[in-house]
């Protein structure tokens, strides 16, 4: 059972690196988990959006989450991906990943079903339940089509094993209320990059990043600085590392942060269709950041 009062910081939204032939590339995923974890990051992420789990199998899904947890050897705790539009198939991924070992889940709210608020609560009180992992609600409407609101997070914050939300609409007044909604053993993380700052400032615990497949140590920093209330070093470390956040979505996520990490000479650059290779233009910007950032 994860500890979660001690999940905080800066957790890695790791990319699944493929071989030419489309399947996992296994050792590739080995070596960004020791990455990742010599770097200092705080927790990692395997599975989610940024991982391409849209275009993986369950037993694909199943073997990533496998490595990552073989791969980190207990040395950071590990948050499964386990969402979609269908509660039955997600309960049984849940409970598939906590037989593996998973110490948590990350859980995308249903996308193209569209649900109400109510269908919203319903569906992850489901997963909860069937679970005795914590869960993590993600939030996304950019990709779902739907938001979940501040009155629904509330709700989902009174079941026990709902233990946090990842936040990625990019409305911070919507945070800042569901902050002061939620209990405040509630975990509040960022789910962009570049709105860590004030997500923390309101009383969140930290990010779970895109930009940390790249620089995990200066993200790391960057996140550890503003939980301290360290807030020139962390304006520091944010105007620095700007420029790579605004990067990586250039175009759509994980293009651009696969391709700076096939730069980096950290995974081949790969893709599942209907993820296309990035432009020519793309990659220009991106390696001008990575070299300014001294990652190349």
């Known amino acids: ?57 369950d037993q694909e899904m199943r073997r990533v989450v496998e490595i990552v947890l073989q791969a980190a050897q207990g040395r950071v705790q590990v948050i499964a991906g386990a969402g979609g539009n269908n509660t039955a198939h997600v309960i049984k991924l849940a409970r598939e990943y906590e037989q593996l070992g998973a110490r948590g889940l990350l859980s995308v709210s249903p996308y193209y079903n569209k649900p109400t608020q109510e269908g919203l609560y319903r569906h992850f009180r489901a997963i909860a339940e069937a679970t005795s992992l914590p869960v993590i609600v993600y939030n996304v409407p950019p990709r779902t089509a739907v938001n979940i609101l501040p009155d629904t997070v509330a709700r989902l914050a009174e079941i026990p094993n709902i233990a946090g939300v990842k936040e990625a609409s990019g409305d911070v007044s919507q945070i800042a209320e569901i902050i002061t909604r939620v209990p405040p053993e509630f975990k509040v993380f960022s789910g962009d990059d570049s709105i860590t700052l004030p997500v923390v400032a309101l009383g969140g615990v930290g990010v779970i ?43 759509t996520s994980p293009g651009p942060v696969k391709a700076a990490l096939a730069m980096m000479g950290k995974i081949k650059e790969v893709y599942r269709l209907p993820m296309v290779p990035v432009g020519g233009q793309t990659k220009e910007k991106l390696r001008a950041v990575l070299v300014d950032l001294k990652l190349i």
Do not use: H, Y
């Open 209 to 251: 990043s895109v930009a940390s497949n790249e620089a995990p140590r200066q993200m790391t920093a960057l996140t550890r600085a503003a939980l301290e209330n360290d807030w020139d070093e962390a304006r520091r470390l944010n105007s620095e590392l700007f420029p790579l956040m605004k990067a990586n979505f250039i175009e």
């Open 1 to 57: 059972m994860l500890e979660i009062a001690t999940l905080r910081g800066c957790g890695t939204a790791l990319v699944t690196p493929f071989n030419e032939d489309l399947t996992i590339d296994e050792g590739a995923l080995r070596r960004l988990v020791e990455f990742q974890i010599s770097e200092g990051i705080d927790f990692l992420v395997p599975c989610g959006t940024t991982g391409e789990s849209a275009t993986l199998s």
